[in-house]
T-cell receptor, first 114, second 115 residues
Framework: DQQVKQNSPSLSVQEGRISILNCDYT??????FLWYKKYPAEGPTFLIS?????DKNEDGRFTVFLNKSAKHLSLHIVPSQPGDSAVYFC?????????????FGQGTILTVHP | EAGVAQSPRYKIIEKRQSVAFWCNPI?????LYWYQQILGQGPKLLIQ????????DSQLPKDRFSAERLKGVDSTLKIQPAKLEDSAVYLC?????????????FGSGTQLSVL
């Protein structure tokens, strides 16, 4: 039972354009969502997060949008840079589980072409 | 600030053999996690420690996996005996308190291949 899904295995965009990565979840008890970025041979690194009481959170070029009614969140990167090329994981927390028990999606490989 | 340290970086073993992974979290971090990432999937939590006590091990296959965190600092994850399906990257992570949702800091992982 995959509670967090990233249905696009890969995304390719041109440098300077917008990258939009999508994530869907099924557990309505999730109340905190995070995005992690992973480069090859490295561990995931935290990128941005959003609480379920908000619908948008911005940090520089990165914005996360949350649509609770649709159980959907998205990560927008504007403008995209070649250094953004990595695997992006969306993760969710809550639902009565312990803090730190993140449920991850399968990841989306983002490639930004110069 | 030093990050989460893991060793070894790679390990190749045959099925039914045993293997152990080591993790040193960021200094002062009370909470330590072991995640398993199978190729093509997202990381999955195996076990979570708060200091040297277990908070959550509901997804740890206890017939073959064991973990300990002595003195609330370093941790070791062991698999005995290993199966082919244990081939994965084992990620250790730590966080400051673990008492609310906070960002986790991950190590680079140990890539295990079971032949």
């Amino acid at each position: 039972d995959q509670q967090v899904k990233q249905n696009s295995p890969s995304l390719s965009v041109q440098e300077g354009r917008i990258s939009i990565l999508n994530c869907d979840y099924t557990n309505s008890m999730f109340d905190y969502f995070l995005w992690y970025k992973k480069y090859p041979a490295e561990g995931p690194t935290f990128l941005i997060s959003i609480s379920s009481i908000k619908d948008k959170n911005e940090d520089g070029r990165f914005t996360v949008f949350l649509n609770k009614s649709a159980k959907h969140l998205s990560l927008h990167i504007v403008p995209s840079q070649p250094g953004d090329s990595a695997v992006y994981f969306c993760a969710a927390s809550g639902g009565g589980t312990s803090y730190g028990k993140l449920t991850f999606g399968q990841g989306t490989i983002l490639t930004v072409h110069p | 600030e030093a990050g989460v340290a893991q060793s070894p970086r790679y390990k190749i073993i045959e099925k039914r053999q045993s293997v152990a992974f080591w993790c040193n979290p960021i200094s002062g971090h009370a909470t330590l996690y072991w995640y398993q990432q199978i190729l093509g999937q997202g990381p999955k939590l195996l076990i979570q420690f708060q200091n040297n006590g277990v908070v959550d091990d509901s997804q740890l296959p206890k017939d073959r996996f064991s973990a300990e965190r002595l003195k609330g600092v370093d941790s070791t994850l062991k698999i005995q005996p290993a199966k082919l399906e244990d081939s994965a990257v084992y990620l250790c992570a730590s966080s400051l308190r673990g008492t609310f949702v906070e960002k986790l800091f991950f190590g680079s992982g140990t890539q295990l291949s079971v032949l």
